[in-house]
């Protein structure tokens, strides 16, 4: 398994539904990524392009969107840890708001995803956050924390999973929390329970070039989940060089 610790930050670029053979080879061209050795760039498009691109790979960690709860059998159009582990994907995210909204997915589907990723030595990037309605309601730290004593499994620590908050309104909206709002909830993740404590957490939602540095230099954040920016090679190298 990838060393989390010998990383100062990590640029996780979430590919989403997107991308082409051709894209792909466009963007591997343009892609600019620093040799910075401190720096962890992971690229994860969607499972179909993974070979592909670990073909191509240069001075970045490749990682997959989703992977099944199962280990095998009678679940069609799942990906298995097991397949990702034959490709040496070194990533994967789990738990992404568009999968628990749109496919239903638990707290207790990541957490048994977590679990058989961590037995296939591949890490976890696990997105927690709350709905806008949620903020609203004073309910953040309360959502956070269910999600967080749920779908963190037993066998996660500090250097085999990543933790990404992602506060839902902010993802592809344009609009993200303060830079203290940011740094205050990744305070109160780490602090929840002392075996977080040294996790490295993630900020995404609406990360782009003109935000990036403000909020991965903040304190408790140790790095960034990002959407729509990553698509563009040019805004991505700017995002990583900063
Ligand atoms: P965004 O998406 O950067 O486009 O807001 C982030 C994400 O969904 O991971």
């Not at 100062?8 to 792909?24: D, E, H, Q, T």
């Not at 967080?148 to 620590?157: K, P, R, V």
């Not at 908050?165 to 709002?181: D, M, N, Q």
Request: hydrophobic share 35%.
């Amino acid at each position: 398994m990838i060393k989390l610790d010998g990383f100062s930050s990590f640029f996780v670029a979430n590919w989403k539904l997107n991308g082409s053979f051709k894209f792909i080879d466009q963007f591997i061209d343009e892609v600019r990524i620093p040799e910075d050795e401190s720096k962890c760039v992971v690229i994860c498009p969607t499972s179909i392009y993974l070979d592909y691109i670990s073909h191509q790979k240069r001075n970045f960690f490749i990682g997959a969107q989703n992977v099944s709860n199962y280990k095998n059998g009678a679940y069609t159009g799942e990906i298995s840890c097991n397949s990702l582990s034959e490709l040496k994907i070194d990533f994967c995210i789990v738990g992404h708001s568009e999968r628990r909204k749109i496919y239903h997915e638990t707290n207790i589907n990541v957490n048994s995803k977590s679990l058989q990723l961590i037995n296939n030595e591949i890490v976890p990037i696990v997105c927690i956050g709350e709905t806008l309605e949620e903020k609203e309601n004073g309910k953040t730290n309360e959502v956070l924390a269910k999600q967080l004593q749920e779908g963190i499994c037993y066998s996660s620590n500090q250097n085999n999973t990543i933790i990404a908050y992602e506060p839902i309104w902010a993802i592809g909206t344009g609009l993200t929390p303060s830079l203290r709002e940011i740094d205050i909830t990744h305070e109160f993740i780490r602090m929840h329970n002392k075996r977080f404590n040294k996790f490295k957490i993630l900020y995404g939602g609406s990360v782009k070039a003109a935000n990036s540095k403000e909020i991965v230099e903040l304190p408790n954040v140790d790095g960034a989940l990002i959407g729509g920016a990553s698509l563009k090679s040019e805004e991505f190298t700017k995002i990583i060089e900063d």
